[in-house]
């Protein structure tokens, strides 16, 4: 079937988001994020950029918004260890199917795992250092990405940095995300919702000018490979 990309598909739906969604599938769909996650989000960089240096100043608290398999965190916190640093790292979730399964998956990562919204953390009176997210973006309605930017910027105060991280919709990724897929379909991604869901991720997702037009005053858009976008929020005194 061939999809319009011109346009964001909002109102489709990830099958992940189906509160009746088969365990089997969502839990092995938590699993493979780690694979993906390496292949496309960069995580490395993300770390030596945009914690490492700060958690080199003193303790770090790092808060994932909408971690779901939670294998960012479980990343973040191995390389805190093996570079001798100090930090806290809390994976947040809405879905408590999710913070379950990531819970149960810890390996003795030494990370906190949450179900609550980060709204509910901002009430908490909550403060970190670095707030991030990978691929939630294109999961909230406009309301709900205008709620998660305003409680971020509060959880990050005045000094912390602010990082969503997402896919840039466009034909090519499309293309590419369902060509690259398809072998893998009957062998690693089987009994997840990897490759429909990825599809539908895609169409969902922003372009970076789209972005740039809905995001409040203060944060800027960046486009980066492959098929990435960062909304990260400006700040004259934080320092990188
Ligand atoms: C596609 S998954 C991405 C998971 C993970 N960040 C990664 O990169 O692999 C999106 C996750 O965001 C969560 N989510 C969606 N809206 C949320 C919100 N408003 N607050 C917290 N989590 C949310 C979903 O439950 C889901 O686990």
Redo the contacts with the bound molecule.
């Keep these: 079937m061939s999809h319009d990309l011109s346009t964001r598909a909002s109102d489709a739906r990830?099958l992940?988001?189906d509160p009746g969604a088969d365990v089997a599938m969502l839990e092995r769909t938590?699993e493979r994020?780690?694979l993906?996650?390496a292949l496309v989000?960069r995580p490395g960089q993300f770390y030596r950029n945009d914690i490492r240096p700060r958690a080199r100043r003193g303790r770090v608290r790092v808060l994932?918004?909408?971690?779901?398999?939670?294998?960012?965190c479980r990343m973040i916190a191995a390389r805190l260890r093996r570079d001798g640093l100090e930090g806290e790292v809390t994976a947040?979730?809405?879905?408590e199917?999710?913070v379950r399964w990531a819970a149960a998956h810890d390996d003795g990562a030494g990370v906190r795992y949450r179900c609550?919204?980060?709204e509910d953390l901002v009430a908490e009176g909550d403060q970190y250092d670095v707030v991030f997210?990978?691929?939630?973006l294109h999961?909230?309605s406009a309301p709900?990405l205008q709620?998660?930017l305003r409680d971020t910027d509060r959880l990050a105060g005045a000094g912390g940095v602010v990082v969503h991280r997402d896919i840039a919709r466009s034909k090519a990724a499309y293309a590419l995300f369902a060509a690259a897929t398809l072998p893998f379909a009957g062998t690693l991604l089987r009994g997840s919702f990897i490759r429909v869901?990825g599809l539908i991720?895609i169409r969902r997702s922003y372009t970076p000018a789209e972005l740039a037009a809905v995001a409040p005053e203060g944060w800027t858009v960046r486009a980066g490979l492959p098929a990435r976008l960062e909304l990260r929020r400006k700040k004259s005194d934080a320092r990188p």
């Design positions: 990830e992940m988001d938590y994020f780690r993906v996650n989000s994932d918004v909408g971690a779901g398999g939670a294998d960012v947040l979730d809405a879905d199917r999710a609550a919204l980060a997210s990978n691929h939630v999961h909230l709900e709620g998660v869901d991720s």
